[in-house]
């Protein structure tokens, strides 16, 4: 009984330390928000998740095209709309991100790391 | 050491309600240093519960019995890894079991996306946490473990059908599944309340609802062939309300799972994926509540108690605030893009999610009718096998057709000529198969017939879809064969692992068909040296021999097998008496022919002191494809749940774009 208790109460201890640890580790912080997306991110985010969702399925129909899953024709009526959305989701991101030169199909060249 | 598990379950309880308290405050305050916090307390509740675990698993070994859970579930005799079992076996072990998978679930979620989605951890935590607090308040206050006793001699024994090598395997498997569930619905919850409705949440979680669908899946065909061995009635599924409860929310994943491909490539179905990830959290308690309340009569259940009431309200507040907070967010979860053809893939995901919520909408009335009836009229109307049957084949066989159809029309539209292109020799396969099977004989079961066509038409638009693509892969310059089979599966897992476990989905329904709509089945009593026939094969009743091991008498009748010329050995069947449990359990015989799938299947129903035994006994065509299709069905979801290396740069590349840390 009185290992028990002993037992329980070092576990009791040991749970309020891990609990307390962003608090001892810093207890006086330069800040204490939370950093989120703002709009401007989040409305980048939504253009990155278009783009890849265009340049994913214009992959898928190629690839179809060239099992012959999809025809001729389909893979004609098809590949025109999503070449344009693809396009359009690439023209907006770049627009919404004047001054950086990177490429916009790969994201590479962005800014990294900002929130660390 | 009751006294530390008490304890280690009150932190528990103290650890998640923290969690949910301050991580509700933190996400709505937008503290830092608070969320961690919070954060933290969630990962530390995990390793309380572990120790909770940990101490009630050494009492079961100890043969403890001074533990009233241990009394009551095990006994001395009992081996060691029904022992190991007898934790999830009764109703406080298995609440305990849920607690620990729950908590360890949300520990790892949150830390394998506490960074690369952290503003929706943030509102994933109180949600996670507001389960746990379920959960610990019952293993704390209502079905606690660790309540001792003065120990008796022996305990009371563990029910002699779950002392089974299944058991050690099925029960995990499906809370691992009623679990799982737990993490696309906390990340929906933690989306909706934060107002993240990008397709984070769809990717954080996609893993997870797959390995979940997975266990319940893989747990499902156990429980089935535990029930075809140890219950010995001559079936694998009964439409048993606790097998139903795990059917159901598999159902709703499995739409889930369809329909979110909808919403990745089409953006469509936001407000749907979000109501079907509910439904299968829902529908995974209500499971655990029919399972565990005692609230209707099942050979699985086995146990009545108190804690129907609690998960009841659970239930009711966790559909309400769900359905609240979708109703709030209705706006911001609205489709930029629209349905533009019905004869097109996603029109195809769509009705297959319609006909799956069919079939899980009526085997849930099936299920709540006697509690309805009984409650109106105070008398509980069962409904029997013809109404899950009759619903099987309405919704189930357009189904199956379904998942051949599907995968090969385009997105967006198709045109008829390219479906007619495409479905030609997938057609001539099914017609063909279907006259061959009349002209064999087969059209004694119309549904029968059906689902072996349907079941050709699908195998046949599977290997045309894996030829054309290692041809395709091969054509791109892969080197051989071989390699561009590897590399079309390794370029698009999802993909293809799906087509495995349509191919899975294929082979069980033929099992089903086979088994169920061709079996033949005889019965008669037989004194020693008299015979039976059924289709085709000879059973000569030879001896009747009783044997004693650690925890029970076996008494076994032993049949000659012939078949023709053929001697096909001998079989065994009979019934157990176990010494402690005071029960006796049907202890079937069978001779499966692993060339053909067939079993031969032996129950000794009666045995006369005379020595007389009455037998049934059954043939089952193809029932073996059941149990090979979750072999497979276990491959494709491993296909499925790999990590895909292209996938993850992508994602890294997207969230680095906008500023969030490359690492997940």
């Given amino acids: 009984m009185t290992i028990a ?12 330390i891990l609990v307390a640890l962003p608090f001892l580790r810093e207890p006086d912080p ?62 907006s991101l770049q627009r919404d991100t004047p001054g950086t030169h990177g490429d916009a199909s790969t994201g590479e060249g962005r800014p990294v790391g900002r929130r660390t | 050491m009751p006294e530390l598990g008490r304890a280690a379950l009150v932190v528990t309880l103290g650890l998640s309600t923290y969690a949910l308290v301050a991580g509700a405050a933190a996400a709505h305050l937008g503290r830092r240093r608070l969320a961690h916090s919070a954060q933290n307390a969630l990962i530390a509740a995990f390793l309380t519960t572990l120790v909770a675990s940990l101490i009630l698993l050494a009492a079961l070994l100890r043969h403890d019995f001074s533990f009233t859970y241990v009394a009551r579930t095990t006994s001395e005799a009992l081996p060691t890894a029904y022992t190991v079992s007898a934790f999830w076996g009764g109703q406080e072990g298995s609440l305990l079991l849920w607690l620990l998978v729950l908590t360890a679930f949300g520990a790892a979620a949150v830390r394998l996306n506490r960074t690369w989605a952290r503003d929706l951890i943030v509102w994933v935590v109180p949600v996670f946490a507001a389960v746990a607090v379920f959960f610990s308040f019952l293993v704390v206050a209502v079905a606690s473990p660790f309540t001792t006793q003065a120990p008796p001699p022996d305990g009371a024994g563990m029910t002699p059908s779950l002392q089974n090598p299944y058991m050690l395997a099925h029960p995990p498997l499906l809370y691992l599944g009623y679990v799982g569930l737990t993490v696309p619905f906390a990340f929906a919850l933690g989306a909706l309340l934060s107002g993240r409705l990008d397709e984070r949440w769809l990717v954080a979680t996609r893993r997870w609802t797959l390995l979940a669908w997975a266990a319940l899946g893989i747990g499902q065909l156990l429980g089935a062939h535990w029930a075809y061995v140890e219950v010995g009635w001559g079936g694998y599924y009964a439409w048993d309300p606790v097998e139903n409860a795990a059917l159901m929310p598999w159902l709703a994943a499995t739409a889930f799972l369809h ?64 359905l609240g907070l979708v109703f709030w967010r209705l706006p911001q979860l609205r489709s930029p893009t629209r349905l533009e053809s019905p004869i097109s893939r996603e029109a195809a995901f769509l009705y297959n999610n319609l006909l799956l919520l069919a079939l899980c909408l009526a085997i849930l009335w099936g299920v709540v009718y006697p509690m309805l009836s009984e409650a109106v009229r105070g008398e509980a109307v069962v409904l029997g096998r013809s109404y899950y049957d009759f619903f099987l084949r309405v919704f189930g066989l357009p189904l199956l057709l379904l998942m051949g159809i599907g995968p090969l029309v385009a997105w967006r539209r198709a045109s008829l000529r390219s479906l007619v292109t495409t479905f030609r020799w997938p057609t001539l396969v099914a017609l063909a198969t279907g006259v061959l099977l009349l002209v064999l004989g087969a059209g004694s079961s119309t549904p029968g017939l059906v689902a072996y066509t349907f079941s050709a038409f699908v195998g046949a638009t599977i290997v045309m879809e894996f030829a054309r693509g290692t041809r395709a892969r091969k054509a791109l310059g892969a080197t051989s064969w071989p ?51 059924i289709g085709g094969y000879t059973l000569v009743y030879r001896s009747l021999d009783e044997r004693q091991t650690a925890n029970a008498t076996e008494i076994r009748a032993t049949l000659d097998v012939t078949r023709g010329d053929s001697d ?97």
């Fill in chain 2, 568 to 664: 096909l050995g001998t079989l065994e069947a009979g019934k157990n008496a176990y010494t402690i449990e005071q029960q006796v359990s049907n202890e079937v015989g069978i001779r499966s022919d692993r060339l053909t799938g067939e079993d031969l299947f032996v129950i000794a129903e009666q045995i006369d002191p005379d020595g007389s035994v009455y037998f049934r006994v059954f043939v089952k065509p193809l029932v073996n494809l059941i149990w090979l299709a979750g072999l497979v069905f276990l491959l494709g979801s491993a296909i499925t749940l790999w990590p895909d290396r292209r996938e993850q740069r992508r994602l890294v590349a997207r969230a680095e774009a906008v500023g969030l840390p490359a690492t997940r």
């Fill in chain 2, 483 to 533: 390699g561009a089979f590897a590399s079309l599966m390794s370029r698009n897992r999802r993909r293809y692992g799906g087509y495995v476990v349509h191919a899975s989905i294929v082979l069980l329904a033929i099992g089903i068909a086979g088994s169920s709509a061709f079996d033949s089945v005889a019965e008669s009593k037989l004194a020693r040296g008299q015979s039976l026939e």
């Fill in chain 2, 259 to 322: 329909s979110v491909m909808i919403q990745e490539k089409r953006g469509m179905l936001r407000v749907w994926n979000v109501l079907l990830v509910i439904l299968a959290f829902s529908l995974s308690l209500f499971g655990t509540f029919l399972t565990r309340s005692g609230v209707v009569n099942s050979i699985h259940s086995f146990t009545q108690s108190s804690i129907g009431p609690w998960f009841l309200a659970f239930i009711g507040v966790t559909v309400a605030v769900s």
């Fill in chain 1, 30 to 91: 330069e800040t204490d928000v939370l950093d989120e997306l703002d709009e401007g991110e989040r409305r980048r985010l939504e253009l990155l998740e278009s783009r890849d969702r265009a340049l994913s399925a214009l992959k898928e129909l190629e690839f179809d095209h060239r099992t012959g899953t999809i025809t001729d024709d389909d893979y004609r009526e098809q590949v025109g709309p999503l070449r344009r959305e693809a396009a359009t989701a690439l023209q």
């Fill in chain 1, 5 to 16: 208790v002993v037992l329980a109460a070092a576990l009791a201890v040991v749970c309020v």
